[in-house]
């Protein structure tokens, strides 16, 4: 089985300033490694993925996240936050071989001007 | 790509009433999950189709959740004898196969049983 922990469940931030979103998990077998992200009233949308390979990923609107295999951990980071990035985001795992994607319980950031 | 529809986006419905939730996921995706969000939390996963076939429930879902995919289209939702704590956003998404195929997300139908 699965699990995910999203160390911080509200991470306030000033516009411009770096901020890291972080994931720890938990898995007996290997597992690809996903964070989604949800904006007031919308559905949830893919940020970025790590398959395989380099253990640092971009997505999309800048944000970048770093596989750490020997700490479990795949945190998501972003240089610099404007204020349309303030949402819900979900750090998610999916075993290799497998379909069940499991989720965290979310961290949502706040920027605030 | 026209993204995956759900219908209704709200429904409110008093305490014992059955419901039942409309997903169209993206035409060529031949996978479809159910997952379930309450507030703070992250998405549950509830129930899992491989075309019309429906190859993994939650164990945690009681008896009084059904769905079905008929021709591996659409899917429907089902909840019999609403209970408070189904209230809930019920969220669709669908993937192509592949097992590494990220999830992509319908808006949700937000549930409120009275």
């Known amino acids: 089985a699965q699990s995910v922990t999203q160390l911080d469940s509200q991470v306030p931030v000033f516009e411009e300033a770096p901020v890291e979103l972080r994931c720890n998990y938990s898995?007996?077998?290997?597992?690809?490694l996903f964070w989604y992200v949800q904006y007031p009233n919308q559905g949830l949308q893919l940020l970025l993925k790590?398959?395989?390979?380099?253990?640092l990923v971009k997505g999309i609107n800048g944000f970048e996240a770093e596989f750490n295999k020997s700490q479990t951990s795949f945190h998501l980071r972003k240089p610099s936050v404007h204020i349309s990035d303030t949402a819900e985001y979900f750090c998610?795992?999916?075993?290799?071989?497998?379909?069940?994607?499991?989720f965290g319980a979310g961290t949502r950031l706040f920027v605030k001007a | 790509d026209t993204g995956v529809s759900q219908d209704p986006r709200h429904k409110i419905t008093k305490r014992g009433q059955n419901v039942t939730f409309r997903c169209d996921p993206i035409?060529?995706?031949?996978?479809l999950y159910w997952y379930r969000q309450t507030l703070g939390q992250g998405p549950e996963f509830l129930t899992y189709?491989?075309?019309?076939?429906?190859?993994?429930k939650s164990r945690l879902l009681s008896d009084r959740f059904s769905a079905e995919r008929p021709k591996g289209s659409f899917s429907t939702l089902e909840i019999q004898r609403t209970e408070q704590g189904d209230s809930a956003m019920y969220l669709c998404?669908?993937?192509?196969?592949?097992?590494?195929?990220?999830?992509?997300f319908g808006n949700g139908t937000r549930l409120t049983v009275t």
């Open positions: 898995s007996s077998v290997s597992v690809y």
């Open positions: 189709f491989q075309n019309e076939a429906q190859l993994e």
């Open positions: 790590y398959l395989s390979g380099s253990t």
């Open positions: 998404a669908s993937s192509p196969q592949g097992e590494n195929s990220p999830l992509h």
């Open positions: 035409s060529e995706h031949n996978r």
């Open positions: 998610a795992v999916t075993p290799t071989g497998g379909f069940k994607t499991i």
